[in-house]
Nanobody, 129 residues
Framework: QVQLVESGGGLVQPGGSLKLSCAAS??????IGWFRQAPGKEREGVSC????????YYADSVKGRFTISRDNAKNTVYLQMSSLKPEDTAVYYC????????????????????????WGKGTLVTVSS
């Protein structure tokens, strides 16, 4: 059974840190990424990894503050978030693509709606004092 389970969300004060985890079970992926959707806004790609060209993409809004990493042995990807801002408040989703498409990480993050074929249920991150 294909399953993506996110964890690690919660309430954090501005300037604080959180680490999200996404455990993939039942399959292996060729691309994986984190997306987020804030209230009243469209979902956006935050950070993605593509195995096709071994690149990593970060949205400009999180560059220098967020770090994506993965543990292949555990089939788990992480998103370390630091220097959090209120505008980072959103539901964070993990998504994957199981097929080996010829695209880099930026493409997956910018075209997540049709570039990714499996989605987790999301974990809420709230940045507030």
């Amino acid at each position: 059974q294909v399953q993506l389970v996110e964890s690690g969300g919660g309430l954090v004060q501005p300037g604080g840190s959180l680490k999200l985890s996404c455990a993939a079970s039942g399959f292996t992926y060729k691309a994986i990424g984190w997306f987020r959707q804030a209230p009243g806004k469209e979902r956006e790609g935050v950070s993605c990894i593509s195995s096709s060209d071994d690149t990593t993409y970060y949205a400009d809004s999180v560059k220098g503050r967020f770090t994506i990493s993965r543990d292949n042995a555990k089939n788990t990807v992480y998103l370390q978030m630091s220097s959090l801002k209120p505008e980072d408040t959103a539901v964070y989703y993990c998504a994957t693509q199981r097929r080996a498409l010829p695209y880099g990480s930026s493409w997956y993050c910018q075209n997540g709606n049709y570039g990714m074929d499996s989605w987790g249920k999301g974990t809420l991150v709230t940045v507030s004092s």
